[in-house]
T-cell receptor, first 114, second 112 residues
Framework: GAVVSQHPSRVICKSGTSVKIECRSL??????MFWYRQFPKQSLMLMAT?????????EQGVEKDKFLINHASLTLSTLTVTSAHPEDSSFYIC??????????FGQGTRLTVV | GEDVEQSLFLSVREGDSSVINCTYT??????LYWYKQEPGAGLQLLTY?????DMKQDQRLTVLLNKKDKHLSLRIADTQTGDSAIYFC????????????FGAGTRLAVHP
């Protein structure tokens, strides 16, 4: 099946720094990708929809200046957490639509801000 | 609004069947999904069912959909220790395909 690769799988950064997370569709093109956030023992919450060649669409309550999304090509979307704080520590997962009704997820990135 | 609810925990004995239940609120959902998440990993699509179907079976997995009651279940036959994971039910949100609304997840623990 289709593969979505997310990198890095784990990152620790200092407060105030920025972290970039990459999401790649390896064997298919994705004009749309979705970014989710998962808190411990909780479900996935959709943060934003990444659109190739245009601006991302953010869900209510998500700061677009804080979570910068770039979808520069048909196979790559990036999420940059800017000026990270400990409360940004979470598990971030991307997904890309496949054929029909399928959605393929990356492996996830565990971000820890110290 | 859109909401998906699941029980949080299920414990079964190895070899028994597991049944994980889910209720959803959006009657216009066209697809409903079951995903599996192992510790520290991303989500693996197990199966999905179209809203005009009542049942779908795929090897050890059986999905039942009661559209009237907005109830979805996942049955795992002959549950193995490798099935221990968190199982998420999801429905398609208003944004269309693949903008998914997830339940909180059911943690399945399989013991000898």
């Amino acid at each position: 099946g289709a593969v979505v690769s997310q990198h890095p799988s784990r990152v620790i950064c200092k407060s105030g720094t920025s972290v970039k997370i990459e999401c790649r569709s390896l064997d298919f093109q994705a004009t749309t990708m979705f970014w989710y956030r998962q808190f411990p023992k909780q479900s996935l919450m959709l943060m934003a929809t990444s659109n190739e060649g245009s601006k991302a669409t953010y869900e209510q309550g998500v700061e677009k200046d804080k979570f910068l999304i770039n979808h520069a090509s048909l196979t790559l979307s990036t999420l940059t957490v800017t000026s990270a704080h400990p409360e940004d520590s979470s598990f971030y997962i991307c997904s890309a639509p496949g054929r029909a009704a399928e959605a393929f997820f990356g492996q996830g990135t565990r971000l820890t801000v110290v | 609004g859109e909401d998906v609810e699941q029980s949080l925990f299920l414990s079964v004995r190895e070899g028994d069947s597991s049944v994980i239940n889910c209720t959803y609120t959006d009657s216009s959902s066209t697809y409903l999904y079951w995903y599996k998440q192992e510790p520290g990993a991303g989500l693996q699509l197990l199966t999905y069912i179209f809203s005009n179907m009542d049942m779908k079976q795929d090897q050890r997995l059986t999905v039942l959909l009661n559209k009237k009651d907005k109830h979805l279940s996942l049955r795992i036959a002959d549950t193995q220790t490798g099935d221990s994971a968190i199982y998420f039910c999801a429905e398609v949100g208003a944004g269309g395909y693949n903008k998914l609304i997830f339940g909180a997840g059911t943690r399945l623990a399989v013991h000898p």
